[in-house]
Protein backbone atom coordinates (compact mmCIF):
# COMPACT_ATOMS: atom_id res chain seq x y z
CA UNK A 1 0.00 0.00 0.00
CA UNK A 2 1.69 3.53 -1.27
CA UNK A 3 5.32 4.30 -0.31
CA UNK A 4 5.40 5.33 2.70
CA UNK A 5 4.87 2.77 5.59
CA UNK A 6 1.99 3.62 7.34
CA UNK A 7 1.05 3.02 11.12
CA UNK A 8 -2.06 1.28 10.55
CA UNK A 9 -4.45 0.40 7.72
CA UNK A 10 -7.43 2.74 9.18
CA UNK A 11 -7.91 4.15 12.37
CA UNK A 12 -11.34 4.00 13.90
CA UNK A 13 -12.74 6.79 16.68
CA UNK A 14 -14.72 5.35 18.88
CA UNK A 15 -15.46 2.13 20.11
CA UNK A 16 -19.01 2.06 20.38
CA UNK A 17 -21.53 0.13 18.42
CA UNK A 18 -20.45 2.39 15.25
CA UNK A 19 -17.04 1.73 15.84
CA UNK A 20 -17.26 -1.57 16.19
CA UNK A 21 -19.35 -2.12 13.47
CA UNK A 22 -16.97 -0.23 11.00
CA UNK A 23 -14.20 -2.41 12.28
CA UNK A 24 -16.03 -5.63 11.42
CA UNK A 25 -16.83 -4.16 7.86
CA UNK A 26 -13.23 -2.97 7.55
CA UNK A 27 -11.90 -6.68 8.67
CA UNK A 28 -14.27 -8.25 6.04
CA UNK A 29 -12.67 -6.27 3.53
CA UNK A 30 -9.31 -7.21 4.46
CA UNK A 31 -7.97 -4.89 6.18
CA UNK A 32 -6.36 -6.06 9.01
CA UNK A 33 -4.46 -3.42 11.07
CA UNK A 34 -6.88 -1.33 12.63
CA UNK A 35 -6.62 0.75 15.53
CA UNK A 36 -9.41 1.50 17.11
CA UNK A 37 -8.92 4.51 19.34
CA UNK A 38 -11.43 4.95 22.71
CA UNK A 39 -10.98 8.24 24.91
CA UNK A 40 -13.20 6.38 27.57
CA UNK A 41 -11.98 3.92 29.85
CA UNK A 42 -13.93 0.84 28.31
CA UNK A 43 -15.60 -0.01 24.73
CA UNK A 44 -19.68 0.25 24.52
CA UNK A 45 -19.65 3.92 23.79
CA UNK A 46 -22.85 5.53 25.50
CA UNK A 47 -23.64 2.01 26.84
CA UNK A 48 -20.42 2.36 28.83
CA UNK A 49 -20.96 6.25 29.40
CA UNK A 50 -24.33 6.35 30.86
CA UNK A 51 -25.20 3.99 33.53
CA UNK A 52 -27.93 6.22 35.42
CA UNK A 53 -30.53 4.73 37.43
CA UNK A 54 -33.52 3.53 35.38
CA UNK A 55 -31.03 3.08 32.28
CA UNK A 56 -32.62 0.77 29.78
CA UNK A 57 -33.02 0.94 26.02
CA UNK A 58 -36.27 2.94 24.79
CA UNK A 59 -36.31 0.72 21.87
CA UNK A 60 -37.08 -2.85 21.76
CA UNK A 61 -33.96 -4.99 22.16
CA UNK A 62 -34.82 -7.47 19.33
CA UNK A 63 -34.58 -4.21 16.96
CA UNK A 64 -31.39 -2.24 19.14
CA UNK A 65 -29.27 -4.77 18.00
CA UNK A 66 -27.07 -5.94 14.90
CA UNK A 67 -29.42 -8.05 12.79
CA UNK A 68 -26.67 -10.53 12.03
CA UNK A 69 -26.19 -11.09 15.92
CA UNK A 70 -29.11 -11.75 17.77
CA UNK A 71 -28.93 -11.96 21.29
CA UNK A 72 -31.97 -13.99 22.77
CA UNK A 73 -31.19 -13.57 26.17
CA UNK A 74 -32.20 -9.88 26.45
CA UNK A 75 -34.10 -10.38 30.10
CA UNK A 76 -37.10 -7.36 28.91
CA UNK A 77 -38.56 -6.59 25.62
CA UNK A 78 -36.61 -3.06 26.16
CA UNK A 79 -33.43 -4.48 28.33
CA UNK A 80 -31.89 -2.63 31.03
CA UNK A 81 -28.77 -0.38 30.04
CA UNK A 82 -26.86 -2.95 32.05
CA UNK A 83 -27.98 -5.85 29.47
CA UNK A 84 -26.52 -3.23 26.31
CA UNK A 85 -22.81 -3.07 27.86
CA UNK A 86 -22.73 -6.48 28.12
CA UNK A 87 -23.72 -6.98 24.66
CA UNK A 88 -21.43 -4.61 23.42
CA UNK A 89 -18.72 -6.82 25.44
CA UNK A 90 -20.14 -9.90 23.09
CA UNK A 91 -19.31 -8.43 20.23
CA UNK A 92 -16.23 -7.08 20.97
CA UNK A 93 -14.62 -10.33 21.81
CA UNK A 94 -16.80 -12.63 19.23
CA UNK A 95 -15.83 -10.42 15.93
CA UNK A 96 -12.13 -10.24 17.97
CA UNK A 97 -12.43 -6.81 17.95
CA UNK A 98 -10.69 -5.51 21.16
CA UNK A 99 -7.08 -6.55 19.98
CA UNK A 100 -7.39 -3.20 17.96
CA UNK A 101 -8.80 -1.14 21.09
CA UNK A 102 -6.96 1.40 22.83
CA UNK A 103 -8.51 2.95 26.06
CA UNK A 104 -7.50 6.40 27.43
CA UNK A 105 -7.03 8.27 24.16
CA UNK A 106 -8.77 11.09 22.66
CA UNK A 107 -7.72 12.18 19.57
CA UNK A 108 -7.73 15.94 19.18
CA UNK A 109 -7.12 16.31 15.56
CA UNK A 110 -6.91 14.94 12.25
CA UNK A 111 -4.96 16.01 8.72
CA UNK A 112 -5.07 14.83 5.36
CA UNK A 113 -1.63 14.42 3.50
CA UNK A 114 -2.93 14.82 0.20
CA UNK A 115 0.94 14.18 -1.17
CA UNK A 116 1.50 10.24 0.63
CA UNK A 117 -2.45 9.97 0.73
CA UNK A 118 -2.64 9.23 4.66
CA UNK A 119 -4.46 10.29 7.69
CA UNK A 120 -2.34 12.13 10.29
CA UNK A 121 -4.00 11.57 13.89
CA UNK A 122 -3.27 13.32 16.71
CA UNK A 123 -3.85 12.07 20.36
CA UNK A 124 -3.88 14.12 23.78
CA UNK A 125 -0.98 12.16 25.22
CA UNK A 126 0.78 13.90 22.15
CA UNK A 127 1.55 11.04 20.16
CA UNK A 128 0.21 11.11 16.49
CA UNK A 129 0.06 7.97 13.60
CA UNK A 130 -0.84 7.91 10.52
CA UNK A 131 -3.70 5.60 8.36
CA UNK A 132 -4.49 5.07 5.04
CA UNK A 133 -7.98 5.14 6.06
CA UNK A 134 -10.24 7.40 9.10
CA UNK A 135 -13.32 6.52 10.57
CA UNK A 136 -15.36 8.93 13.12
CA UNK A 137 -17.55 6.92 14.93
CA UNK A 138 -17.99 9.12 17.98
CA UNK A 139 -21.98 9.22 18.43
CA UNK A 140 -24.05 11.41 18.21
CA UNK A 141 -24.87 12.18 21.82
CA UNK A 142 -21.45 12.07 22.98
CA UNK A 143 -20.68 15.96 24.25
CA UNK A 144 -22.10 16.53 27.41
CA UNK A 145 -24.39 20.25 27.53
CA UNK A 146 -23.34 22.10 30.38
CA UNK A 147 -25.13 25.19 30.79
CA UNK A 148 -23.43 28.04 31.98
CA UNK A 149 -26.39 29.13 34.68
CA UNK A 150 -25.53 32.34 36.76
CA UNK A 151 -23.73 31.78 40.12
CA UNK A 152 -23.66 27.79 39.75
CA UNK A 153 -19.92 28.23 40.43
CA UNK A 154 -21.33 29.01 44.08
CA UNK A 155 -23.51 26.26 44.28
CA UNK A 156 -22.02 23.95 47.75
CA UNK A 157 -23.95 21.10 47.24
CA UNK A 158 -23.43 17.94 44.79
CA UNK A 159 -23.77 18.05 40.66
CA UNK A 160 -24.22 15.31 38.97
CA UNK A 161 -24.56 15.18 34.92
CA UNK A 162 -26.42 12.22 33.69
CA UNK A 163 -23.67 11.02 31.67
CA UNK A 164 -21.07 10.69 34.76
CA UNK A 165 -23.70 9.32 37.41
CA UNK A 166 -22.01 8.37 40.43
CA UNK A 167 -22.92 4.81 41.29
CA UNK A 168 -22.38 5.19 45.06
CA UNK A 169 -24.96 8.65 45.20
CA UNK A 170 -27.95 7.53 47.12
CA UNK A 171 -30.92 10.25 46.50
CA UNK A 172 -32.66 8.93 50.01
CA UNK A 173 -33.94 11.86 52.61
CA UNK A 174 -32.34 14.27 50.32
CA UNK A 175 -33.57 17.03 48.21
CA UNK A 176 -33.02 17.29 44.85
CA UNK A 177 -33.55 19.43 41.35
CA UNK A 178 -33.08 17.83 38.42
CA UNK A 179 -33.10 20.19 35.31
CA UNK A 180 -33.90 18.51 31.90
CA UNK A 181 -37.00 16.52 30.68
CA UNK A 182 -35.59 14.44 28.05
CA UNK A 183 -35.57 10.87 27.68
CA UNK A 184 -32.63 10.76 30.16
CA UNK A 185 -34.52 12.55 32.93
CA UNK A 186 -38.02 10.66 31.62
CA UNK A 187 -35.97 7.68 33.07
CA UNK A 188 -34.55 8.45 35.81
CA UNK A 189 -36.77 11.11 37.60
CA UNK A 190 -39.31 7.52 38.68
CA UNK A 191 -35.73 5.83 40.21
CA UNK A 192 -35.54 9.66 42.25
CA UNK A 193 -38.14 10.30 43.03
CA UNK A 194 -38.95 6.69 44.84
CA UNK A 195 -35.97 7.84 47.67
CA UNK A 196 -35.81 12.00 47.50
CA UNK A 197 -37.05 13.61 50.27
CA UNK A 198 -38.10 16.57 47.99
CA UNK A 199 -37.53 16.47 43.78
CA UNK A 200 -38.31 19.79 41.88
CA UNK A 201 -38.60 18.96 38.43
CA UNK A 202 -37.18 21.94 36.06
CA UNK A 203 -39.06 21.57 32.72
CA UNK A 204 -38.04 24.34 30.01
CA UNK A 205 -39.79 22.21 27.32
CA UNK A 206 -42.45 19.41 27.88
CA UNK A 207 -41.55 15.95 26.13
CA UNK A 208 -44.28 13.62 24.42
CA UNK A 209 -44.05 10.53 26.31
CA UNK A 210 -45.92 7.64 24.88
CA UNK A 211 -46.72 4.18 26.94
CA UNK A 212 -43.92 1.61 27.05
CA UNK A 213 -45.66 -1.55 26.56
CA UNK A 214 -42.74 -3.62 28.71
CA UNK A 215 -42.64 -6.67 30.09
CA UNK A 216 -40.03 -9.87 31.05
CA UNK A 217 -39.23 -11.79 28.41
CA UNK A 218 -40.01 -15.64 29.67
CA UNK A 219 -37.59 -18.50 29.92
CA UNK A 220 -39.03 -20.14 27.42
CA UNK A 221 -39.54 -17.54 25.02
CA UNK A 222 -35.75 -16.62 25.03
CA UNK A 223 -35.26 -20.50 24.44
CA UNK A 224 -37.40 -20.43 21.48
CA UNK A 225 -35.21 -17.17 20.28
CA UNK A 226 -32.19 -19.36 20.99
CA UNK A 227 -33.46 -22.30 19.40
CA UNK A 228 -35.54 -21.31 16.51
CA UNK A 229 -33.32 -17.89 15.75
CA UNK A 230 -36.18 -17.10 12.96
CA UNK A 231 -38.74 -16.16 16.14
CA UNK A 232 -36.61 -13.65 17.10
CA UNK A 233 -35.82 -12.58 13.25
CA UNK A 234 -40.19 -12.04 12.79
CA UNK A 235 -40.38 -10.37 16.63
CA UNK A 236 -37.47 -7.87 14.86
CA UNK A 237 -39.43 -7.38 11.68
CA UNK A 238 -42.87 -7.00 13.46
CA UNK A 239 -41.33 -4.03 15.94
CA UNK A 240 -38.86 -3.09 13.47
CA UNK A 241 -42.05 -1.89 11.10
CA UNK A 242 -43.74 -0.61 14.11
CA UNK A 243 -40.97 2.00 14.32
CA UNK A 244 -40.82 2.75 10.57
CA UNK A 245 -44.58 2.95 10.25
CA UNK A 246 -43.95 5.89 13.40
CA UNK A 247 -41.28 7.78 11.25
CA UNK A 248 -41.77 7.46 8.20
CA UNK A 249 -45.33 8.40 8.27
CA UNK A 250 -45.19 10.18 11.43
CA UNK A 251 -42.53 12.32 10.91
CA UNK A 252 -41.14 11.98 7.61
CA UNK A 253 -43.92 12.24 5.72
CA UNK A 254 -45.98 14.29 8.00
CA UNK A 255 -47.51 16.31 5.56
CA UNK A 256 -49.68 13.61 3.77
CA UNK A 257 -50.02 11.72 6.92
CA UNK A 258 -51.02 14.50 9.67
CA UNK A 259 -53.73 12.03 10.88
CA UNK A 260 -51.02 9.57 12.21
CA UNK A 261 -49.22 12.09 13.79
CA UNK A 262 -51.98 13.53 15.66
CA UNK A 263 -52.64 10.10 16.69
CA UNK A 264 -49.45 9.97 18.72
CA UNK A 265 -49.90 13.06 20.04
CA UNK A 266 -53.84 12.14 21.05
CA UNK A 267 -51.94 8.72 22.69
CA UNK A 268 -49.53 10.49 25.13
CA UNK A 269 -52.68 13.35 25.82
CA UNK A 270 -54.59 10.06 26.94
CA UNK A 271 -51.40 8.79 28.83
CA UNK A 272 -51.22 12.21 30.91
CA UNK A 273 -54.71 12.62 31.86
CA UNK A 274 -55.05 9.11 32.90
CA UNK A 275 -51.81 9.09 35.10
CA UNK A 276 -51.59 12.30 36.17
CA UNK A 277 -54.65 14.11 38.87
CA UNK A 278 -54.43 17.77 39.04
CA UNK A 279 -55.24 19.34 35.54
CA UNK A 280 -52.53 22.35 35.95
CA UNK A 281 -49.81 19.96 35.68
CA UNK A 282 -51.33 18.32 33.12
CA UNK A 283 -51.19 21.51 31.01
CA UNK A 284 -47.76 22.20 32.22
CA UNK A 285 -46.28 18.52 31.29
CA UNK A 286 -48.48 18.88 27.86
CA UNK A 287 -45.97 19.97 24.90
CA UNK A 288 -47.32 22.75 22.50
CA UNK A 289 -45.79 21.71 19.07
CA UNK A 290 -46.19 18.66 16.93
CA UNK A 291 -45.48 15.21 17.72
CA UNK A 292 -41.94 14.45 16.67
CA UNK A 293 -40.28 17.60 16.38
CA UNK A 294 -38.24 16.46 19.13
CA UNK A 295 -37.74 13.44 19.94
CA UNK A 296 -40.43 11.14 22.00
CA UNK A 297 -40.38 8.88 24.53
CA UNK A 298 -41.82 5.85 26.35
CA UNK A 299 -42.69 6.03 29.87
CA UNK A 300 -45.54 3.84 32.18
CA UNK A 301 -43.67 5.67 35.24
CA UNK A 302 -42.83 9.40 34.47
CA UNK A 303 -46.10 11.01 34.22
CA UNK A 304 -47.45 9.36 37.47
CA UNK A 305 -44.50 10.59 40.03
CA UNK A 306 -46.20 14.48 39.69
CA UNK A 307 -48.90 12.92 41.96
CA UNK A 308 -46.83 12.18 44.85
CA UNK A 309 -46.01 14.91 47.44
CA UNK A 310 -42.54 14.98 47.61
CA UNK A 311 -42.45 16.12 43.62
CA UNK A 312 -42.80 19.54 42.24
CA UNK A 313 -42.65 20.20 38.61
CA UNK A 314 -40.99 23.89 38.45
CA UNK A 315 -41.48 25.68 34.39
CA UNK A 316 -40.56 29.11 35.62
CA UNK A 317 -37.10 29.21 34.22
CA UNK A 318 -33.79 29.07 36.67
CA UNK A 319 -32.74 32.67 36.95
CA UNK A 320 -29.51 31.82 38.83
CA UNK A 321 -28.00 29.41 41.74
CA UNK A 322 -27.25 30.36 45.42
CA UNK A 323 -24.89 28.29 47.27
CA UNK A 324 -27.75 26.61 48.92
CA UNK A 325 -30.39 25.94 45.81
CA UNK A 326 -32.15 27.77 42.69
CA UNK A 327 -33.85 30.92 41.86
CA UNK A 328 -36.66 30.77 39.61
CA UNK A 329 -37.38 33.29 37.45
CA UNK A 330 -41.10 34.00 39.29
CA UNK A 331 -38.60 34.20 42.30
CA UNK A 332 -39.44 30.71 44.26
CA UNK A 333 -36.25 29.61 45.94
CA UNK A 334 -35.74 25.96 46.07
CA UNK A 335 -33.21 24.83 48.65
CA UNK A 336 -31.39 21.41 47.89
CA UNK A 337 -28.82 19.37 48.42
CA UNK A 338 -28.32 17.48 44.81
CA UNK A 339 -28.32 19.04 41.53
CA UNK A 340 -28.60 16.46 38.62
CA UNK A 341 -27.91 18.33 35.33
CA UNK A 342 -30.09 15.71 32.41
CA UNK A 343 -29.55 19.00 30.33
CA UNK A 344 -28.42 16.62 27.18
CA UNK A 345 -25.64 17.16 25.23
CA UNK A 346 -24.19 19.75 22.28
CA UNK A 347 -24.45 17.93 18.51
CA UNK A 348 -24.17 21.08 16.32
CA UNK A 349 -21.50 23.49 17.83
CA UNK A 350 -18.61 20.55 18.87
CA UNK A 351 -20.20 17.37 17.84
CA UNK A 352 -20.09 18.03 14.35
CA UNK A 353 -17.14 16.56 14.12
CA UNK A 354 -15.78 15.36 17.64
CA UNK A 355 -12.13 16.70 16.92
CA UNK A 356 -10.86 18.94 14.22
CA UNK A 357 -10.33 17.04 10.86
CA UNK A 358 -8.44 18.73 8.60
CA UNK A 359 -8.97 17.58 4.58
CA UNK A 360 -7.25 18.50 0.64
CA UNK A 361 -6.97 22.16 0.66
CA UNK A 362 -6.91 22.88 3.50
CA UNK A 363 -10.59 22.13 4.77
CA UNK A 364 -11.64 22.34 7.60
CA UNK A 365 -14.53 20.13 8.33
CA UNK A 366 -16.31 21.80 11.66
CA UNK A 367 -15.41 24.87 9.87
CA UNK A 368 -17.05 24.16 6.81
CA UNK A 369 -20.44 22.75 8.10
CA UNK A 370 -20.78 25.65 10.44
CA UNK A 371 -20.19 28.63 8.39
CA UNK A 372 -21.39 27.26 5.19
CA UNK A 373 -24.43 24.24 5.59
CA UNK A 374 -24.23 20.89 7.08
CA UNK A 375 -23.97 17.90 4.59
CA UNK A 376 -22.35 14.71 4.13
CA UNK A 377 -23.02 12.51 1.07
CA UNK A 378 -25.28 9.74 2.27
CA UNK A 379 -24.27 10.30 5.22
CA UNK A 380 -20.73 9.29 5.79
CA UNK A 381 -18.82 10.99 2.92
CA UNK A 382 -17.82 14.69 2.63
CA UNK A 383 -15.85 16.35 -0.82
CA UNK A 384 -12.08 17.06 -0.15
CA UNK A 385 -11.95 14.73 3.03
CA UNK A 386 -10.56 11.78 1.05
CA UNK A 387 -10.27 8.25 2.48
CA UNK A 388 -12.58 9.77 5.27
CA UNK A 389 -16.17 7.36 6.64
CA UNK A 390 -18.03 10.24 9.01
CA UNK A 391 -20.53 7.85 10.26
CA UNK A 392 -22.02 10.50 12.85
CA UNK A 393 -23.00 13.44 9.79
CA UNK A 394 -25.49 15.21 8.70
CA UNK A 395 -28.42 13.44 7.38
CA UNK A 396 -27.19 10.11 8.49
CA UNK A 397 -29.53 8.82 11.17
CA UNK A 398 -31.98 6.43 9.66
CA UNK A 399 -35.18 4.95 11.66
CA UNK A 400 -35.67 4.89 14.95
CA UNK A 401 -32.60 2.79 15.61
CA UNK A 402 -29.21 3.53 15.97
CA UNK A 403 -28.60 -0.40 14.23
CA UNK A 404 -30.44 0.48 11.05
CA UNK A 405 -27.98 3.33 10.61
CA UNK A 406 -24.75 1.62 11.46
CA UNK A 407 -25.85 -1.61 9.17
CA UNK A 408 -26.39 0.85 6.30
CA UNK A 409 -23.27 1.83 7.12
CA UNK A 410 -21.29 -1.09 7.25
CA UNK A 411 -22.84 -1.98 3.89
CA UNK A 412 -21.71 1.44 2.25
CA UNK A 413 -18.11 0.74 3.07
CA UNK A 414 -18.59 -3.00 1.82
CA UNK A 415 -19.55 -1.40 -1.78
CA UNK A 416 -16.79 1.24 -1.08
CA UNK A 417 -13.89 -1.14 -0.54
CA UNK A 418 -14.98 -3.36 -2.94
CA UNK A 419 -14.39 -0.96 -5.75
CA UNK A 420 -11.43 -0.34 -4.51
CA UNK A 421 -9.93 -3.26 -4.37
CA UNK A 422 -11.14 -3.86 -8.16
CA UNK A 423 -9.49 -1.04 -9.45
CA UNK A 424 -6.68 -1.81 -7.59
CA UNK A 425 -6.82 2.22 -6.00
CA UNK A 426 -6.16 2.79 -2.35
CA UNK A 427 -7.88 6.76 -2.06
CA UNK A 428 -11.71 7.54 -2.58
CA UNK A 429 -13.45 11.09 -2.43
CA UNK A 430 -17.12 12.07 -2.98
CA UNK A 431 -17.49 13.92 -6.04
CA UNK A 432 -18.98 17.31 -5.01
CA UNK A 433 -21.47 17.15 -7.37
CA UNK A 434 -22.64 13.65 -6.08
CA UNK A 435 -22.76 15.63 -2.24
CA UNK A 436 -24.51 18.55 -4.11
CA UNK A 437 -27.32 16.23 -5.29
CA UNK A 438 -27.84 14.64 -1.83
CA UNK A 439 -27.80 17.48 -0.45
CA UNK A 440 -30.58 18.98 -2.54
CA UNK A 441 -32.60 15.26 -2.29
CA UNK A 442 -32.22 14.90 1.50
CA UNK A 443 -33.50 19.18 1.80
CA UNK A 444 -35.73 18.73 -0.36
CA UNK A 445 -37.46 15.29 0.90
CA UNK A 446 -37.19 17.26 4.40
CA UNK A 447 -39.92 19.72 3.52
CA UNK A 448 -42.72 17.23 3.95
CA UNK A 449 -41.54 16.24 7.44
CA UNK A 450 -42.75 17.29 10.69
CA UNK A 451 -39.82 19.85 11.07
CA UNK A 452 -40.92 21.98 8.47
CA UNK A 453 -44.56 20.71 7.21
CA UNK A 454 -45.44 20.88 11.27
CA UNK A 455 -44.84 23.13 13.97
CA UNK A 456 -42.21 22.87 15.81
CA UNK A 457 -41.75 26.47 17.04
CA UNK A 458 -41.53 26.09 20.98
CA UNK A 459 -39.89 22.80 20.79
CA UNK A 460 -36.14 23.37 21.15
CA UNK A 461 -35.24 20.60 19.25
CA UNK A 462 -31.78 19.11 18.97
CA UNK A 463 -32.65 17.68 15.48
CA UNK A 464 -32.34 21.52 14.35
CA UNK A 465 -28.73 23.02 13.97
CA UNK A 466 -27.66 26.38 14.51
CA UNK A 467 -28.85 27.58 11.16
CA UNK A 468 -32.48 26.61 12.23
CA UNK A 469 -32.11 23.14 9.76
CA UNK A 470 -32.86 20.22 10.73
CA UNK A 471 -30.54 18.42 9.06
CA UNK A 472 -29.71 15.15 11.58
CA UNK A 473 -32.11 12.85 10.21
CA UNK A 474 -31.90 11.23 7.39
CA UNK A 475 -35.35 11.50 5.24
CA UNK A 476 -35.89 7.81 3.34
CA UNK A 477 -37.38 5.02 5.27
CA UNK A 478 -34.86 2.05 6.61
CA UNK A 479 -35.77 -0.03 3.83
CA UNK A 480 -34.67 2.79 0.97
CA UNK A 481 -31.45 3.82 3.51
CA UNK A 482 -30.41 0.11 3.39
CA UNK A 483 -30.76 -0.39 -0.24
CA UNK A 484 -28.87 3.35 -1.44
CA UNK A 485 -26.60 1.88 0.65
CA UNK A 486 -25.91 -1.15 -1.21
CA UNK A 487 -26.77 0.25 -4.51
CA UNK A 488 -24.92 4.35 -4.72
CA UNK A 489 -23.21 4.62 -7.88
CA UNK A 490 -19.99 4.04 -8.02
CA UNK A 491 -19.07 7.06 -9.69
CA UNK A 492 -20.45 9.38 -7.09
CA UNK A 493 -16.67 8.68 -5.69
CA UNK A 494 -13.68 9.74 -7.74
CA UNK A 495 -10.70 7.23 -6.71
CA UNK A 496 -6.94 7.45 -7.19
P1 LIG B 1 -32.16 16.02 25.65
O1 LIG B 1 -33.23 15.28 24.99
O2 LIG B 1 -31.35 16.97 24.85
O3 LIG B 1 -32.80 16.76 26.89
C1 LIG B 1 -32.10 17.74 27.61
C2 LIG B 1 -33.06 18.43 28.54
O4 LIG B 1 -32.35 19.41 29.27
C3 LIG B 1 -34.17 19.13 27.79
O5 LIG B 1 -35.36 18.98 28.50
C4 LIG B 1 -33.69 20.57 27.80
O6 LIG B 1 -34.70 21.52 27.72
C5 LIG B 1 -33.02 20.64 29.14
N1 LIG B 1 -32.08 21.75 29.19
C6 LIG B 1 -30.91 21.86 28.52
N2 LIG B 1 -30.32 23.04 28.82
C7 LIG B 1 -31.14 23.67 29.67
C8 LIG B 1 -31.10 24.92 30.32
N3 LIG B 1 -30.08 25.77 30.13
N4 LIG B 1 -32.12 25.26 31.14
C9 LIG B 1 -33.15 24.41 31.32
N5 LIG B 1 -33.26 23.22 30.74
C10 LIG B 1 -32.26 22.85 29.92
O7 LIG B 1 -31.10 15.03 26.35
P2 LIG B 1 -31.34 13.58 26.96
O8 LIG B 1 -32.56 13.54 27.77
O9 LIG B 1 -30.06 13.18 27.58
O10 LIG B 1 -31.64 12.69 25.72
C11 LIG B 1 -30.86 12.78 24.55
C12 LIG B 1 -31.19 11.65 23.64
O11 LIG B 1 -30.57 10.48 24.10
C13 LIG B 1 -32.66 11.27 23.54
O12 LIG B 1 -33.37 12.09 22.71
C14 LIG B 1 -32.55 9.88 23.00
O13 LIG B 1 -32.32 9.90 21.61
C15 LIG B 1 -31.32 9.38 23.69
N6 LIG B 1 -31.67 8.61 24.87
C16 LIG B 1 -32.01 7.32 24.67
C17 LIG B 1 -32.32 6.56 25.73
C18 LIG B 1 -32.59 5.14 25.52
O14 LIG B 1 -32.77 4.64 24.47
N7 LIG B 1 -32.59 4.43 26.55
C19 LIG B 1 -32.34 7.08 27.00
C20 LIG B 1 -32.01 8.39 27.19
C21 LIG B 1 -31.65 9.15 26.10
P3 LIG B 1 -35.16 22.08 26.28
O15 LIG B 1 -35.90 20.95 25.65
O16 LIG B 1 -35.97 23.25 26.60
O17 LIG B 1 -33.90 22.42 25.55
Known amino acids: MGEKRLDHDAVIVGAGFGGMGAGMELRRQGLEDLAILEREDDLGGTWHVNHY????????????????EPNPHWS????????????AEHIADKYDLRRHMEFGVAVVRAEWDDDGRFWTVHTDDGRSRTARYLVTATGFLSQPHIPDFPGIGDFTGEILHTTAWDDDYDATGKRVAVIGTGAT???????????????????????????KIDFAIPDGVQTLFEKVP??????????????EALMVFGVLHFKQAKPGNKLAALLSKAHLRAQVRDRKTRRELTPSYDFGC???????????????????????????????????????????????????FNLWDTNFPAFQIIGRDGRDLGKWWREGRFQAYEGVAVPKMPNLLSLNSPYSY???????????????????FTELRRRGAHTFEVTEDANTRYLDRSTKALDSSVFYAGDCATSRSYYFNQHGEATLLRPSSTLATLHEMDSFPLDDYSYA
Open 230 to 243: LTQKAARLVNTSLL
Open 398 to 416: SGLSYFTTIEGQMKHIARL
Open 76 to 87: RLFAPGAELKKY
Open 53 to 68: PGLAVDIASVTYSYSF
Open 294 to 344: KRPTFSNTYFRVFNQPNVTLQTSPVERFTPGGIISEDGTETEIDTLVLATG
Open 185 to 211: AVQLIPELARKAKALTVFQRTPIWVVP
